[in-house]
């Protein structure tokens, strides 16, 4: 799949959710924007970190008009104890199966101490009312 750019179109998802049933982005066209934001894994300290940084700024992020979603590969159950340990006033979507990471081309080769695998690059996208990407802040440093 071509990398997503700015001005594109943003790929449908349909993701389960910690505040129960599923979340499709064609939900939210012409109500909200959107801020997406996928990090590795639950209670790592970037993850945590950025987290974080959403939560404390979630009253700008609602007075902008925007809905926070967090999306990672961990189940929603891993979800639900990273939201209440946290306080993380925002759903946690599970990609469990991979598929939107790459639809958003945010599931890459990454390394770490010499090892070469296959995981999220922390991507952050900003999509509008019309399901149009915005801004891409790639490889989010925390």
């Known amino acids: 799949m071509a990398e997503l750019k700015e001005g594109d179109k943003a790929p449908e998802f349909s993701l389960s959710s910690t505040e129960g049933g599923v979340v499709r982005l064609s939900d939210f066209k012409t109500k909200t924007k959107i ?12 993850c945590t970190k950025e987290a974080c940084y959403f939560r404390d700024l979630g009253k700008k992020f609602k007075a902008a008009g925007a809905e926070i979603f967090g999306v990672s590969f961990d189940s929603l159950e891993s979800h639900k104890k990273f939201i209440q340990k946290y306080r993380l006033p925002f759903p946690l979507l599970s990609d469990k199966g991979k598929a939107v990471a790459q639809s958003y081309g945010v599931y890459k080769e990454k390394s770490f101490m010499g090892r070469s695998f296959m995981g999220i690059e922390r991507t ?19």
């Open 124 to 142: 952050t996208f900003v999509i509008d009312e019309d399901l149009k990407i915005r801004r891409i802040f790639p490889k989010v440093k925390v």
């Open 35 to 46: 801020v997406l934001y996928f990090y590795p894994k639950d209670d790592t300290p970037g």
